[in-house]
T-cell receptor
Framework: GQNIDQPTEMTATEGAIVQINCTYQ??????LFWYQQHAGEAPTFLSYNVLDGLEEKGRFSSFLSRSKGYSYLLLKELQMKDSASYLCAVTDSNYQLIWGAGTKLIIKP | IAGITQAPTSQILAAGRRMTLRCTQDMRHNAMYWYRQDLGLGLRLIHY???????GKGEVPDGYSVSRANTDDFPLTLASAVPSQTSVYFC??????????????FGPGTRLTVL
């Protein structure tokens, strides 16, 4: 079967750095997405990785290792507004998105 | 309209009733999707449409039907609602469906409670 694993919840301090991991087992691979979802709102796109390596976008970076079936989202200089759920999703060989259950990130002052 | 709109925002429905959730996008995207999101389970695909006139079943299609008469609209119908269909429903769209791994853009969601 297809599976996406990410931690259920993480806590970090304002101004710090946090890394949210995602491991996947899917039938084929055509890219990995990270989405942010604030409570009661819709998911919004953060990043997309299809090749191995690090993609940096401001305070957020996303890393992919296809051979290990592994990705992480790195958030720097954490702000209170970063409190949200972070969803990892993989596009399989049929170009369908397989979603992880999400990681709820709690930022403390 | 900018992006994707969904209606209603929330609804309480008696079991056995028929309900249609509406979704409209103005981005001229080819592909559209319906998901349900339940606590601890993440997003699960109900139905999708790669282009107007075609639809397909996702992971959890039972009890739901869709149609795609034109590019902009993708309604989701619950023929006879049951309490297990209580969930938050998100509609999404992307430029291409089976032709590429494109970013999906989401509507604001419909919170449905079936009693």
């Amino acid at each position: 079967g297809q599976n996406i694993d990410q931690p259920t919840e993480m806590t970090a301090t304002e101004g710090a750095i946090v890394q949210i991991n995602c491991t996947y087992q899917t039938s084929g691979f055509n890219g990995l997405f990270w989405y942010q979802q604030h409570a009661g709102e819709a998911p919004t796109f953060l990043s997309y990785n299809v090749l191995d390596g690090l993609e940096e976008k401001g305070r957020f970076s996303s890393f992919l290792s296809r051979s290990k079936g592994y990705s992480y989202l790195l958030l720097k200089e954490l702000q209170m507004k970063d409190s949200a759920s972070y969803l990892c999703a993989v596009t399989d060989s049929n170009y369908q998105l397989i979603w992880g259950a999400g990681t709820k990130l709690i930022i403390k002052p | 309209i900018a992006g994707i709109t969904q209606a209603p925002t929330s609804q309480i429905l008696a079991a056995g009733r028929r309900m249609t959730l509406r979704c409209t996008q103005d981005m001229r995207h080819n592909a559209m999707y319906w998901y349900r999101q339940d606590l601890g389970l993440g997003l699960r695909l109900i139905h999708y449409s790669n282009t107007a006139g075609t639809t397909g079943k996702g992971e959890v299609p039972d009890g739901y039907s869709v149609s795609r008469a034109n590019t902009d609209d993708f309604p989701l119908t619950l023929a006879s609602a049951v309490p297990s269909q209580t969930s938050v429903y998100f509609c999404a769209s992307s430029d291409s469906g089976d032709r590429g791994a494109d970013t999906q853009y989401f509507g604001p969601g419909t919170r449905l409670t079936v009693l």
